[in-house]
């Protein structure tokens, strides 16, 4: 099933959009108790009898570091089992680009967390179109400067912005399983954002395969170019791994995948070949 054609698996019901407009601290404090995580049994439809009603769906857990191919790879596999995608990555990126935009200073934790207080983001998890909005503003363009990526590190550190997101993250993957279910990116979803997960994959590559794969996309052409870019994928490496607030690690029971000598086509199948008995027990 395409995430967008509209139609429902047996049994569960098609949202009809993708996006999912991410609320305001009111709405999200009366949502809190929201169908999360998966597991958790809610009252059978009318009309079915008494026992309880898991809903069906299915959360893949990609993690890994910058370059390393989570987008190329959770956006294909969410294609080929017909799931949504979500990029909580370009959540953080957008919290920095407002912040940036309003000249707050990024080393403020309690300013940068009053951004991402008083900022609506609006996420749209279709796998071929994934879009990220700010108060209503397409910021998909903004979100990929070189200046978003070098001060991302030290926003995402801030433990008062990770608690609101994964809360909006946590929300958007529940309303998913409805249709369902979702491939989730970023660095602690399968350690914090969705630990429950029955899929789990933690991609790496080389430091310098990451570096040239991003110039490359980047358009990038002189070695001193990847040169810069591999000391800036150094750099916030070492912030992502080392901040105190769900640093990026590796999840337990994660397919752990190096990349560096595979295409994506390969990284794709060998996900999906090591996950086939996981795949095949998920309702
Ligand atoms: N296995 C791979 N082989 C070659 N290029 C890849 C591979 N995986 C990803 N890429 C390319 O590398 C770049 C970065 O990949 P991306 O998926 O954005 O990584 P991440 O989300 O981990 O930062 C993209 O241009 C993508 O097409
Ligand atoms: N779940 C996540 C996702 C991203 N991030 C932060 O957001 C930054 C940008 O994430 P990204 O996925 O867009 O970065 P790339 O790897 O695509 O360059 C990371 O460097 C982390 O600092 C995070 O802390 N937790």
Redesign the pocket.
Known sequence: MSPDDGSASPGVTATGSHDEVLRTEQQRGAEQSAVWPSSVPVPAPAGTGTAPFTPTGLVVAVD?P????????SREIARRLGLRYLDTGAMYRAITQVALERRIDIEDPSAVAEVAERTVLTVGTDPDRPSIAVDGDNVDEQIRTRAVTNAVSAVAAVSAVRSRLVAQQREIIAESLAAGGIVV?GRDIGSVVAPDAPVKVF?TASTEVRAL??S??LGEKGVDDVARTLAELDRRDALDSTRTADPLSVPDGAIVLD?SA???PE?VDEVLRQSQHLLAATP
């Open positions: 890994g910058g370059g390393s191919g989570k987008s190329t790879v990116e991609l794969r991003r490359r996309q990349s595979l295409s994506v990284v």
